[in-house]
T-cell receptor, first 111, second 116 residues
């Protein structure tokens, strides 16, 4: 059974810092890995999708990497802003199509 | 463009009543998913529809839960004889995938269900 773990569970940083969120998964037979953002009381917003054949994806200040063989992904956020405060979720799609989610990292960026 | 929409946004019901939750996927998306987000449980998969294929119901927690997708578009998740442990946010997602798991899933805002 696929298990996804995210570290840290919570992170508080001052504005302007670069930061890294970590995600690990137990079964490396995945189709893709997706990073989401969830604001309080809201649904999920897709940030980045990395196919299993890719090593990284970038969107603006966000960069996600994937090391499928070791079962790890990182989400790098450059020059963090208070508007980045949210819960960040990592999810993998393996056989079948369901996403298996981690518990999330709750990020607070302080002005 | 229009995203995934869900209704109602909030639902409060008494224990033992039946509820129906609705999802309108993005137009043209062939795949539709239901997930549940509970306190202490994280996000868990419930059911998956792909085109006209038989749905993958393997995530449904009990036979009180059922879902259908009419005309390959709108989906309804039905919970019969609701229990307090059914209280959660129910999220719907759709994807253009014709090959399972290959594309992004786009999520709706969710329905917050409270069973009193």
């Amino acid at each position: 059974k696929q298990e996804v773990t995210q570290i840290p569970a919570a992170l508080s940083v001052p504005e302007g810092e670069n930061l890294v969120l970590n995600c690990s998964f137990t079964d490396s037979a995945i189709y893709n890995l997706q990073w989401f953002r969830q604001d309080p009381g809201k649904g999920l917003t897709s940030l980045l999708l990395i196919q299993s054949s890719q090593r990284e994806q970038t969107s603006g200040r966000l960069n996600a990497s994937l090391d499928k063989s070791s079962g790890r992904s990182t989400l790098y956020i450059a020059a963090s802003q208070p508007g980045d405060s949210a819960t960040y979720l990592c999810a993998v799609s393996a056989s079948g199509s369901r996403l298996t989610f981690g518990e999330g990292t709750q990020l607070t960026v302080n002005p | 463009g229009a995203g995934v929409s869900q209704s109602p946004s909030n639902k409060v019901t008494e224990k033992g009543k039946d509820v129906e939750l609705r999802c309108d996927p993005i137009s043209g998306h062939t795949a539709l998913y239901w997930y549940r987000q509970s306190l202490g449980q994280g996000l868990e998969f419930l059911i998956y529809f792909q085109g006209n294929s038989a749905p993958d119901k393997s995530g449904l927690p009990s036979d009180r839960f059922s879902a259908e997708r009419t005309g390959g578009s709108v989906s309804t998740l039905t919970i019969q004889r609701t229990q307090q442990e059914d209280s959660a946010v129910y999220l719907c997602a759709s994807s253009p995938a014709r090959v399972a798991g290959m594309y992004e899933q786009y999520f709706g805002p969710g329905t917050r269900l409270t069973v009193t």
